[in-house]
Nanobody, 124 residues
């Protein structure tokens, strides 16, 4: 049974940093592309970043480029999202997701497995 468990969320002031982690189990981790999505109050779930199975390629949306970095440690079955220079508009529940793919999909419907989410709140 595949499980994805996010951690690292919390309350931070604007300009601060957080690192989210997502620990995966029940799958051959290196064969799965991993993505981070977020859903703010009253908003649809939106793509944030993705990384290929071996970590050779990453993709971030424009809203977070230069501020957020996705990475993974296949030895630990964990994917990370380092978030710097946080803004109040980054406030959302952040989800990690997994799909067996050589690419790094950017739409939620392409992902098969999801974590339960971790809340990130950025105060102004």
């Amino acid at each position: 049974q595949v499980q994805l468990v996010e951690s690292g969320g919390g309350l931070v002031q604007a300009g601060g940093s957080l690192r989210l982690s997502c620990a995966a189990s029940g799958l051959t981790f290196r064969r799965y592309a991993m993505g981070w999505f977020r859903q703010g109050p009253g908003n649809e779930r939106e793509f944030v970043a993705a990384i290929t199975g071996i970590g050779g390629s990453t993709y971030n949306v424009d809203a977070v480029k230069g501020r957020f970095t996705i990475s993974r440690d296949n030895a630990k079955n964990t994917v990370y999202l380092q978030m710097n220079s946080l803004k109040p508009e980054d406030t959302a529940v952040y989800y990690c997701a997994a799909v067996r793919s050589f690419d790094y999909p950017s739409t939620a419907s392409e992902y098969n497995y999801w974590g339960q989410g971790t809340q990130v709140t950025v105060s102004s």
